[in-house]
T-cell receptor, first 111, second 116 residues
């Protein structure tokens, strides 16, 4: 099915470094969601964005809804080992209830 | 509040057998979604319900797959007969519309299905 372009596909970083990842789409969305998935578990909702330009934080995580409404960004500051996992974005267009998911960014943090 | 509950967490079955996956959505959520996740295809939406009514089943792979939601607190995804290519992690998720019109979706822990 349709998927968002999410980049990078994977990242290996040192503990304490900041992380940035993004999702882009050819479609305009009115909702962006960011999830984290750990091995053997379901995706856990981190941040929800509903408005173009919106910037929302959840602890060390900050996500932004792009002005064009076709992209979104997630930043993690001062990474720690427990940030390891796969981060997914999901977008929702107006008038539909079918979320479209990104391909995921696999994050590994080296202590 | 309890999150989305799925059972079983793991299922191993032989090809040709019937498999039933179960889901209890978050109380008060009026949308329920079934997804399948594989390494090759990522997260795929199979079907979703609104107020117990199936709205879009275009993602259901074939007639071997069926889903029901007999009430607001229970849904099943059935595969009959199962095939090895059905091996995947199946997730149930639920959502509701927030006061401002936003919609957040919450996932269950998933059922890992292995068909031998």
């Amino acid at each position: 099915g349709q998927q968002l372009n999410q980049s990078p596909q994977s990242m290996f970083i040192q503990e304490g470094e900041d992380v940035s990842m993004n999702c882009t789409s050819s479609s305009i969305f009115n909702t962006w969601l960011w999830y984290k998935q750990e091995p053997g578990e379901g995706p856990v909702l981190l941040i929800a964005l509903y408005k173009a330009g919106e910037l929302t934080s959840n602890g060390r995580l900050t996500a932004q809804f792009g002005i064009t409404r076709k992209d979104s960004f997630l930043n993690i500051s001062a990474s720690i080992p427990s940030d390891v996992g796969i981060y997914f974005c999901a977008g929702l267009t107006s008038g539909t209830y079918k979320y479209i998911f990104g391909t995921g960014t696999r994050l590994k943090v080296l202590a | 509040d309890a999150g989305v509950i799925q059972s079983p967490r793991h299922e191993v079955t032989e090809m040709g057998q019937e498999v039933t996956l179960r889901c209890k959505p978050i109380s008060g959520h009026d949308y329920l979604f079934w997804y399948r996740q594989t390494m090759m295809r990522g997260l795929e939406l199979l079907i979703y319900f609104n107020n117990n009514v199936p709205i879009d089943d275009s993602g259901m792979p074939e007639d071997r797959f069926s889903a029901k939601m007999p009430n607001a607190s229970f849904s099943t995804l059935k595969i009959q007969p199962s095939e090895p290519r059905d091996s995947a992690v199946y997730f149930c998720a639920s959502s509701r519309t927030l006061a401002g019109g936003g919609r957040e979706q919450y996932f269950g822990p998933g059922t890992r299905l292995t068909v031998t």
